[in-house]
């Protein structure tokens, strides 16, 4: 069974900077698209970035220039970088996985991040 962890949200500054960790288990991660989505209050979850088995990332527009999508196959883990924060990121944060063979999407519990002064 695929387990998926998040951590390294919290409270940031306007202009901030964070770095979000996935940290997968139970499934062919090397393998496996990734990808991060987050969900406001009151909007429906969004894509934020992906990321293909050999590194290949893309953004949503609202986060490019800003966030950075990365994965470590030797750690099976798979990060967000994210800089200039604004009030507008504040959301939650899940990653994704979709096994390799089966289609199935996993999912996170999910991480808060507030951009707030």
């Known amino acids: 069974q695929v387990q998926l962890v998040e951590s390294g949200g919290g409270l940031v500054q306007p202009g901030g900077s964070l770095r979000l960790s996935c940290r997968a288990s139970?499934?062919?991660?090397?393998?496996?698209?990734m990808g991060w989505y987050r969900q406001a209050p009151g909007k429906q979850r969004e894509l934020v970035a992906t990321?293909?088995?050999?590194?290949?990332?893309d953004y949503a527009d609202s986060v490019k220039g800003r966030f950075t999508i990365s994965r470590d196959n030797a750690k099976n883990t798979m990060y967000l970088q994210m800089n200039s924060l604004n009030p507008e990121d504040t959301a939650v944060y899940y990653c994704?996985?979709?096994?390799?063979?089966?289609?199935?999407?996993?999912w996170g519990q999910g991480t808060q991040v507030t951009v707030s002064s």
């Open positions: 139970g499934g062919i991660f090397w393998l496996s698209a």
């Open positions: 994704k996985l979709r096994g390799y063979g089966t289609g199935n999407d996993y």
């Open positions: 990321i293909t088995p050999d590194g290949s990332a």
